[in-house]
T-cell receptor, first 110, second 115 residues
Framework: TQLLEQSPQFLSIQEGENLTVYCNSS?????LQWYRQEPGEGPVLLVT?????EVKKLKRLTFQFGDARKDSSLHITAAQTGDTGLYLC??????????FGAGTTVTVRA | EAQVTQNPRYLITVTGKKLTVTCSQN?????MSWYRQDPGLGLRQIYY???????DKGDVPEGYKVSRKEKRNFPLILESPSPNQTSLYFC??????????????FGDGTRLSIL
């Protein structure tokens, strides 16, 4: 059973559209990280959020950590083909372990 | 260049034949970890190490061993591989223990097929 549920599993949109990926859990996490992974490579960290209600922006990407620290979302504005990839959320359970969601495969069509 | 290096990148082998996947980082990181990635399941942590000679089980440690004799190296050992260990494996490191708020730096992965 996944501690972190990501939705949707797959997302295909046209360039210029907006998208949101969700990461939900019944557990409380000390922090939430978002990674992007491209084929043949390891995941690369996008952002870490640590405070309930925290919102971070990274250019066209907006990350939010739920008030109760059980959920998070990633919103991409005006998606570009370079945003295509597998997006993974990871919750910090304690100082030694991370639990990953199954991932959301995002395809941005030109 | 700061990196985590895994070898081999690809391996096809047979049930029961012991194998080792090496992992080396050049960033002087304290924390290292092994994950396996399977379709629909995301990354699951196998083992982690908080420093030299300190290792502990992750969520799916059965069938695996690790060692941390030097800070830079963290090999993953499959003493008697079985087909259910066919997977994509990633090694990762982070600067200090306290991993939940620190970036994990991942290698490029090792694809293992056990026949």
């Amino acid at each position: 059973t996944q501690l972190l549920e990501q939705s949707p599993q797959f997302l295909s949109i046209q360039e210029g559209e907006n998208l949101t990926v969700y990461c939900n859990s019944s557990s409380v996490f000390s922090s939430l990280q978002w990674y992007r992974q491209e084929p043949g490579e390891g995941p690369v960290l996008l952002v870490t959020v640590v405070t309930g209600g925290e919102v971070k922006k990274l250019k066209r990407l907006t990350f939010q950590f739920g008030d109760a620290r059980k959920d998070s979302s990633l919103h991409i504005t005006a998606a570009q083909t370079g945003d295509t990839g597998l997006y993974l959320c990871a919750g910090g359970r304690n100082d030694y372990k991370l639990s990953f969601g199954a991932g959301t495969t995002v395809t941005v069509r030109a | 260049e700061a990196q985590v290096t895994q070898n081999p990148r690809y391996l096809i082998t047979v049930t029961g034949k012991k194998l080792t996947v090496t992992c080396s980082q050049n960033m002087n990181h304290e924390y290292m970890s092994w994950y396996r990635q399977d379709p629909g399941l995301g990354l699951r942590q196998i083992y982690y190490s908080m420093n030299v000679e300190v290792t502990d089980k992750g969520d799916v440690p059965e069938g695996y061993k690790v060692s941390r004799k030097e800070k830079r190296n963290f090999p993953l050992i499959l003493e008697s591989p079985s087909p259910n260990q066919t997977s994509l494996y990633f090694c990762a490191s982070s600067p200090r223990t306290g991993v939940s708020n620190q970036p994990q730096h991942f290698g490029d992965g090792t694809r293992l097929s056990i026949l």
